[in-house]
């Protein structure tokens, strides 16, 4: 009896000193923090700032652009026909030698190529010819006139030296005027006519080699020269956007090449007629190609937009959620706390929105994760 007296003892004694040990080392452990949940009022919801579903969230501050008045039309990119050049060989012959290739800069008068030209051989000739013929009849008529003083000459011999001067004349005056066109600064009789730059610029294309034949009659030009600042953008407008366009208006310029940059430009010239198939105008625009980033050729996307004065909220469509006819946009109060937001669109492109009412340029808003936000609508309903 003792001895179980005993075993009931020390097992007071040990359940007495666990508890204890477990009391004094709860104590010593750190208290569990417990994160406030999502809270969810009205069209505002409050996230933690350490809540995961925050790092999933793009926030960006909205920008004010331009309101488009119509959809993205189709265009070109084109060259500048008033700073661009179109160089052929005025003359038939054989190209000999090469100066110029795609990306060099020339200066008016700088050669692009030499040509072994018959032709030019002739015309330096018949140049030469006049100038001799020219100098020996002012000697002929400067007799003559010395002659007739003293009446050593007869008047009509007088007036024959005078007549064939006047005739040297024009074929001299004839025959410069003819080098001059082929841009020739010196006369030979060798025949090696070299096609000069008409206007400064870069040589943008070259579709000639050495060896080939060239002459006046080619289809396509040897050299094109240009200067890649100005560049034209060649838009079909349909019939029933012409309302919307007005020479000076400003545009928009978009390139695949660079999906996420618009170029400005504005409208220079409206076509006077439709085409009768397509039942579209052609309009000219200039645009800006400050950064050499277009290139003649690249197709486009041109928006004519309004003027500074009616600028408007841009929204990714990203940021858009669309329940039944109204649409809406997340818009960060202050850091963790976003309102669902109704707005009204003025205009909606492929990738961006114009907001007309609801929104304010420099506003921060989600513009990606508004479904996961909107989801906790849902959720709370």
Not at 3 to 12: D, L
Request: with cysteine; glycine share 6%.
């Amino acid at each position: 009896m003792k001895k179980y007296v005993s075993i009931s003892i020390v097992a007071i004694i040990a359940g007495t000193g666990y508890w204890g040990w477990h009391k004094l080392h709860a104590a010593a452990q750190p208290a569990v923090v417990v994160q406030p949940a999502l809270q969810v009022a009205g069209d505002i919801l409050k996230y933690p700032l350490d809540a995961p579903q925050l790092t999933f969230l793009r926030i960006q501050t909205v920008e004010a652009f331009p309101e488009p008045l119509v959809e993205p039309l189709n265009a070109r990119i084109v060259y500048d026909d008033n700073h661009t050049a179109r160089v052929f060989s005025p003359l038939a012959g054989r190209v000999i030698a090469i100066d110029a290739d795609v990306g060099k800069q020339v200066k008016p008068g700088d050669a692009l190529l030499a040509i072994d030209s018959p032709d030019f051989a002739q015309a330096s000739s018949d140049n030469m010819k006049a100038d001799a013929d020219l100098l020996h009849k002012k000697e002929a008529y400067q007799r003559a006139r010395q002659l007739l003083d003293i009446q050593g000459i007869a008047i009509k011999d007088y007036e024959s030296a005078q007549a064939d001067l006047r005739q040297a004349e024009a074929d001299s005056l004839r025959t410069k005027a003819i080098m001059k066109s082929l841009g020739s600064r010196t006369s030979t009789t060798g025949g090696r006519f070299i096609l000069r730059a008409p206007i400064a610029g870069i040589v943008s294309e070259r579709q000639v080699n050495a060896g080939s034949r060239v002459g006046p009659d080619a289809g396509n030009p040897l050299f094109v020269i240009t200067q890649p600042r100005h560049l034209w953008v060649r838009v079909d407008v349909p019939e029933q956007k012409l309302d919307k366009i007005k020479v000076g208006q400003p545009v928009l310029v978009e390139v695949d090449a660079y999906p996420n940059e618009e170029f400005h430009g504005k409208v220079t010239v409206i076509g006077e007629a439709l085409d009768p198939v397509t039942r579209r105008i052609q309009v000219r625009c200039s645009v800006d190609n400050a950064q050499l980033k277009l290139k003649p050729e690249m197709f486009a996307r041109v928006i004519p937009v309004a003027d500074k004065q009616s600028d408007l909220p841009r929204v990714p469509n990203t940021a858009l959620v669309t329940q039944g006819l109204y649409s809406y946009i997340f818009v960060e109060n202050s850091p963790g706390v976003l309102q669902r937001r109704r707005v009204s669109l003025a205009t909606q492109g492929s990738d961006f929105s114009y907001v007309k009412a609801g929104l304010s340029a420099g506003e921060r808003i989600v513009s990606s994760g508004a479904l996961l936000l909107n989801s906790e609508f849902d959720g709370n309903d």
